[in-house]
Structures are given as structure tokens and as C-alpha cells.
T-cell receptor, first 115, second 110 residues
Framework: GAGVSQSPSNKVTEKGKDVELRCDPISGHTALYWYRQSLGQGLEFLIYFQGNSAPDKSGLPSDRFSAERTGGSVSTLTIQRTQQEDSAVYLC?????????????FGQGTRLTVV | RKEVEQDPGPFNVPEGATVAFNCTYSNSASQSFFWYRQDCRKEPKLLMSVYSSGNEDGRFTAQLNRASQYISLLIRDSKLSDSATYLCVARRAAGNKLTFGGGTRVLVKP
């Protein structure tokens, strides 16, 4: 596809269940980011990948959150034992290079609701 | 203190008027800056990059002041369609973390 693709677009899960969110970046983009946005709030940084490695995972809120990226392409964000406060829109973005004025392109997000 | 800070607004702007707002950043190692626009329940989209000399794109002008560590966005001849949240973004020179401000909400009214 031409843009960043995220799936599912919406996810409702019961408290305590694990969820996996997927991000397909733009082909050839080496940098990939995960952010979280709660209703009416700004973007909260979670983790950044350069290729398959994660130089900065400082934003992951707890050890229930993990992410991986394989083949320098698709990334998966996993939330274990979900809690109600995990409810938010999870946004993925990718960019071509690791510096300079290279813009990041966002996917449409996964809206996660924990009930 | 947040690394990138913005006035949340809202800025209520009459149609056709000019509006300007700033964003301050605390990390002097920040190298690149951007303005993104986010519509309600949509993903952020790039509005413009911000260059050291300042740059203009149609009705939008961005300025960077490294000495005072702020960037600004000015919108001339505001249109109803300019109503959105404007997000300021800073990228560090080392590493590639993109840090977003909380956004400034702009409401353009007839």
C-alpha cells in the first residue's frame, strides 16, 4: 500500500486479555514509531525502531507493553493483561531516514477499548 | 517540564483574520522541527517542516528561533477549514525520537 497501514482499526477487549496491534510502514522506511493518544490529549511517545532495533523504548508505560519489528518492516505492539487505562488510540508512524527534515507519516491508528 | 510545550488554546479566530502561536522546546539538542495538523479523530498529517531561515507555504509561515528555543506558526486569511489542532514536533540530532507538543486548538468561525 501507499501509506502506513494499521490493524485492527478498532479493538474492544476485556480487562486482563492480551492484545496485539500491527503496523505496516511505508515500503523502504527504516524508522518506525509508536505513539499513544488518549481522548483530548497529545501524542505520548512509546517506542522508536531504526531497522529492527529499538534505540529508544523509554516511553513504554510498563512491562506489560512490548514491541518488535521483523525484517525491517512490520511491527507489532503487544499489551499483556490489559487494563482500562490502556484504552486509547495507538498510532504508528514511519519515516525514510533517521535525521534531518524527513517527515514521518502516520497510519490511521488502532482505537483500543478495554472494558 | 515537558520537552515540547504548546498553549492548548482554543484560539477562536474570525474567518479571514490572522492567528499566530508558538511552541517552546527545552532540549537544545533538538535539530529539526515540524508542524503537523490533526483533525478530530484523525491521524496527524504534516503541515510543514520548519527551516532555520523561516519558511512560508501559501497562507502559512513558520519561524524558528534557536536562541530562545521556540518555533512559531502564523496563519493568514484564516479559512473555516483551518480549524484543527496544530502539533509542534521536535527531532533530536542524536537518535531519532520525534517529540510532540500537546497541540494548539484553532477554531475559525464565520
Amino acid at each position: 500500500g501507499a501509506g502506513v497501514s494499521q490493524s485492527p482499526s478498532n479493538k474492544v477487549t476485556e480487562k486482563g486479555k492480551d492484545v496485539e496491534l500491527r503496523c505496516d510502514p511505508i515500503s523502504g522506511h527504516t524508522a518506525l514509531y509508536w505513539y499513544r493518544q488518549s481522548l483530548g490529549q497529545g501524542l505520548e511517545f512509546l517506542i522508536y525502531f531504526q531497522g529492527n532495533s529499538a534505540p529508544d523504548k523509554s516511553g513504554l508505560p510498563s512491562d506489560r507493553f512490548s514491541a518488535e519489528r521483523t525484517g525491517g518492516s512490520v511491527s507489532t505492539l503487544t499489551i499483556q493483561r490489559t487494563q482500562q487505562e490502556d484504552s486509547a488510540v495507538y498510532l504508528c508512524a514511519s519515516s525514510l531516514a533517521s535525521s534531518g527534515n524527513t517527515e514521518a507519516f502516520f497510519g490511521q491508528g488502532t482505537r483500543l477499548t478495554v472494558v | 517540564r515537558k520537552e515540547v510545550e504548546q498553549d492548548p488554546g482554543p484560539f477562536n479566530v474570525p474567518e479571514g483574520a490572522t492567528v499566530a502561536f508558538n511552541c517552546t522546546y527545552s532540549n537544545s539538542a533538538s535539530q529539526s522541527f515540524f508542524w503537523y495538523r490533526q483533525d478530530c479523530r484523525k491521524e496527524p498529517k504534516l503541515l510543514m517542516s520548519v527551516y532555520s531561515s523561516g519558511n512560508e507555504d501559501g497562507r502559512f509561515t513558520a519561524q524558528l528561533n534557536r536562541a530562545s528555543q521556540y518555533i512559531s506558526l502564523l496563519i493568514r486569511d484564516s479559512k473555516l477549514s483551518d480549524s484543527a489542532t496544530y502539533l509542534c514536533v521536535a527531532r533530536r540530532a542524536a537518535g531519532n525520537k520525534l517529540t510532540f507538543g500537546g497541540g494548539t486548538r484553532v477554531l475559525v468561525k464565520p
